[in-house]
C-alpha cells in the first residue's frame, strides 16, 4: 500500500462557462492550418464560412467533412483552402450546376480537390458513430455500387448475426465543426426550431465546436422547452450571434432562402474570376457578418423574416 | 372523368405520369424539384392521404408555397415531424417507406443510375456531379423505386461510367444477393415516355410512348437492344386540374421551365413569386379539404 488516492480522471465535458464570442474570436480560437473541418447543410454556417475566407492566409490549408452541400461549401472550395472533401453529395440544389465545384475537381482550380464519398446515410452513420463512441457504424446502403470501389474506408462484410453482406463506415473525429442553428444560451445550450438534419451528431463528433445562433436566450428561456435542444453545453466550445447567419440560404422560422441572391452568385461563380469578384465585394471587404448584412440590406433580410413568418412561426400553425 | 389538358410542358406531363404511380395512403420519400410537383399533384388528386417525407428531416409537410431544396424551410410547414435525416433515413433502411424517386445523368437496361461522374477515369472526370446525395439510400432501401429523368440521346447506356445508385444491379437476384433491402425501380418516366421492368429478366422496356414522339427516335436514344411492349401505348396526358396545381405551386416555372433565369438576381420578382401564390395556394389547399 502507498496510500495514494486514485487519479481523478475527467471526462470531455466543456465547463458550463459563458461561451459567448465573436465569429473572429471562434475562428481565430480554433481553426488553425490542415483543420479537419466538419460543416452543417441544415443549416449553412455562412457567418462562420465568410470569417475562415477572411482568415484564409493564417489557415491555408482545410479537409472538410459533409454528408450534403448545397452551395455554401463552394465559398470555401473556391477560395483555395480545401484539400480533400469528404462528401455525399456537393452541388446548388436549385441553384443549378456547380461550376466551383467542377473546376477543382475537374481542373484542379484553385487548388486540387481530392474526394472520399458515401451515400447521405453512410456519410451521417460516420458522425452517429463517433457520438457513440464507437469507431464504425454499419449501413445497408451503398451495396453492390461503385462507391466502396473507389472508397477503400467502406469495407463490405457479412453481418456476424444473419451472414447478410452489410456496409461498414469509419467514424468521422472532426477536429473542429461548424454550424448554424436557432438558439442558444451562453453557456452552449443549443436549440433547434424545426428539421436539423445531421447537426446534433456533428456536435457529438468533433473535438471542438462552434455554433452560430439567430438569437442569444436566457438559461430560463432554454428550460421552458428542454425537448428543442438537439445540443447539450457539454459538447460546444463557442456560440456566436449572428442573426441572419445563414443568408443567402434558409433559417427554419427565421427568413426564407433568399434564391434570387443565391442564383445571381451562382451565376458569377461560373468562372474563377466571377467568384473572385463576388468573394472580393461581399466576403473579404466587410469586416464582419454584421457589415455584410449592411451591404445585403437589412431591409430585404428582414422582408425574407415578414415572408418566412407568414407561413410559420415558432409555436403556431399559420 | 379525366378532362385532358389542352396545352401542357414535358416536365408536366412526367410530373403528372410519375403521380399517378403514387397510391393513396403511401409513405413516400420525395426529393425537392420535379419528384415534388409529381407529389404535391397527387397529395391534391389521386392520393389524399399520401405524406412524404423530405430528406433533411421532416415528415407529412403541407406546404403552401415552393420548397426549394431538401433542407428548405417550406419542408417545416404544417409538417407532423420534424428532426433529424437519420429518422428519415433510419425509417427507410428498416423498411417503413413505400416509394422513393429518384433521378440520374445515365441509366443502363437494369435501371442502374450514375450521378456522379462522366468520362471512364473518376480520378480525372470528363465532368464532375453531384454525387450520390441521398439517392443511394432511397434506390438501397426504399420499398420501390420510380425513376424520372431527361433521355438526351446518350445517356441511356450500355455501361455506366459510375454506377451510384442500384437498380437491379446485374440482372435477377443481384439486388438479393447484394444485400439490398429494398425492390428495386418499377418505372423510369423520361422526356420520351414510361419504361417498366420486366418481371423475369428485369430488363427495362418501353411501356408508353408520349404523345408526338416517335418509336425510331425511342430506339435511336437508347444504347443496347430495347424490348418494346406488344401493348404500347401512348403516355396519359396531365388534366386540366393536375396542370393547374403545379402552376399554382411554381408560378414563375422555377422547376417546370426556365423560371430560374427570370429570377436570378430579381429580388421583388422572387417575393412577388410568394404573394402571387399564398392565396391560390390556401384556396386549393381548402377545397380540397387538407386544412
Keep these: 500500500m502507498r496510500f495514494e488516492p486514485v487519479v481523478a480522471h475527467k ?128 449501413v445497408k446502403s451503398m451495396l453492390g ?32 465543426a461548424i454550424m448554424h442553428c436557432s438558439r442558444a444560451d451562453e453557456i452552449g445550450n443549443v436549440q433547434c426550431i424545426g428539421l436539423y438534419g445531421n447537426t446534433d451528431v456533428l456536435a457529438r463528433a468533433a473535438k471542438h465546436v462552434i455554433v452560430s445562433v439567430e438569437e442569444i436566450v436566457t438559461q430560463a428561456e432554454i428550460r421552458r422547452f428542454p425537448n428543442l435542444t438537439t445540443i447539450p453545453y457539454y459538447y460546444v466550445d463557442a456560440i456566436v450571434h449572428a442573426p441572419f447567419g445563414a443568408h443567402w440560404r434558409e433559417s427554419h ?45 437589412y431591409d430585404r433580410l428582414n422582408r425574407l423574416m415578414l415572408s418566412e413568418h407568414k407561413y410559420q412561426k415558432f409555436g403556431e400553425v399559420r | 372523368m379525366s378532362n385532358y389538358a389542352d396545352k401542357y410542358s414535358l416536365p408536366e406531363l412526367m410530373a403528372a405520369t410519375v403521380a399517378r404511380e403514387i397510391q393513396d395512403g403511401e409513405l413516400a420519400f420525395i426529393g425537392v424539384g420535379m419528384p415534388l410537383m409529381a407529389a404535391t399533384v397527387a397529395k391534391f388528386t389521386n392520393a389524399p392521404n399520401f405524406n412524404m417525407m423530405v430528406e433533411y428531416g421532416a415528415v407529412g409537410p403541407s406546404p403552401r408555397r415552393l420548397p426549394m431544396c431538401v433542407n428548405c424551410a417550406v419542408n417545416n410547414e404544417r409538417a407532423y415531424y420534424v428532426g433529424t435525416q437519420r429518422e428519415v433515413m433510419s425509417a427507410q433502411q428498416a423498411g417503413f417507406v413505400d416509394v422513393a424517386c429518384i433521378s440520374g445523368a445515365q441509366i443502363d437496361k437494369f435501371g442502374n ?87 423475369e429478366s428485369r430488363e427495362m422496356y418501353l411501356e408508353k410512348i408520349h404523345p408526338g414522339v416517335d418509336l425510331e427516335k425511342v430506339k435511336a436514344a437508347v444504347k443496347w437492344d430495347l424490348a418494346v411492349s406488344p401493348n404500347l401505348t401512348e403516355t396519359e396526358p396531365p388534366t386540366e386540374e393536375q396542370v393547374m396545381i403545379m402552376r ?25 413569386m410568394f404573394e402571387d401564390s399564398y392565396q391560390p395556394m390556401l384556396d386549393l389547399i381548402k377545397s380540397k379539404g387538407l386544412v
Excluded at chain 1, 145 to 171: F, G, Q, R
Excluded at chain 1, 264 to 284: I, M, P, S
Excluded at chain 2, 122 to 149: C, E, Q, W
Excluded at chain 2, 187 to 193: E, I, P, S
Design chain 1, 11 to 138: 471526462g470531455r465535458a466543456k465547463p458550463p462557462s459563458n461561451k459567448i464570442m465573436t465569429a473572429k474570436e471562434a475562428v481565430s480560437s480554433f481553426i488553425k492550418e490542415e483543420t479537419y473541418l466538419g460543416m452543417s447543410v441544415s443549416a449553412a454556417p455562412a457567418a462562420l464560412i465568410w470569417e475562415i475566407v477572411r482568415q484564409r492566409d493564417r489557415i491555408k490549408t482545410l479537409d472538410m467533412v459533409i454528408t450534403s452541400q448545397i452551395g455554401m461549401s463552394s465559398v470555401l472550395i473556391g477560395s483555395g483552402l480545401v484539400r480533400k472533401l469528404e462528401m455525399a453529395y456537393n452541388w446548388g440544389g436549385i441553384e443549378g450546376e456547380d461550376k466551383v465545384f467542377r473546376r477543382a475537381v475537374e481542373k484542379g482550380i484553385p487548388r486540387p480537390l481530392e474526394l472520399e464519398e458515401y451515400s447521405n446515410f453512410g456519410a451521417a452513420a460516420r458522425w452517429q458513430a463517433t457520438s457513440m463512441g464507437i469507431s464504425f457504424l454499419p
Design chain 1, 145 to 176: 455500387s461503385d462507391i466502396p470501389k473507389y472508397n477503400p474506408k467502406i469495407k463490405i462484410i457479412d453481418d456476424p448475426y444473419t451472414n447478410e453482406p452489410v456496409a461498414l463506415v469509419p467514424a468521422s473525429y472532426p477536429d473542429v
Design chain 1, 253 to 297: 422560422y427565421y427568413y426564407h432562402h433568399d434564391l434570387a441572391y443565391g442564383l445571381d452568385a451562382y451565376r458569377q461563380f461560373a468562372t474563377q474570376e466571377g467568384y473572385e469578384a463576388w468573394l472580393d465585394k461581399y466576403v473579404l471587404s466587410t469586416e464582419d457578418w454584421d457589415a455584410y448584412c449592411k451591404l445585403v440590406g
Design chain 2, 113 to 199: 443510375l450514375n450521378s456522379s461522374v462522366i468520362g471512364d477515369d473518376y480520378f480525372h472526370p470528363k465532368v464532375r456531379l453531384a454525387g450520390s446525395g441521398g439517392a443511394n439510400d432511397l434506390a438501397s432501401s426504399a420499398g420501390r423505386t420510380i425513376i424520372m429523368m431527361r433521355q438526351d440521346g446518350r445517356n441511356f447506356v450500355e455501361k455506366l461510367d459510375y454506377l451510384t445508385s442500384p437498380g437491379y444491379l446485374a440482372g435477377p437476384g443481384a439486388r438479393k444477393k447484394a444485400g439490398l433491402p429494398g425492390s428495386g425501380p418499377v418505372a423510369v418516366v423520361t422526356t420520351m415516355g414510361v419504361y417498366r421492368f420486366d418481371i
Design chain 2, 248 to 272: 399554382t405551386l411554381d408560378p414563375l416555372a422555377v422547376y417546370l421551365g426556365n423560371g430560374r433565369d427570370t429570377l436570378s438576381g430579381d429580388f421583388e420578382t422572387f417575393m412577388k
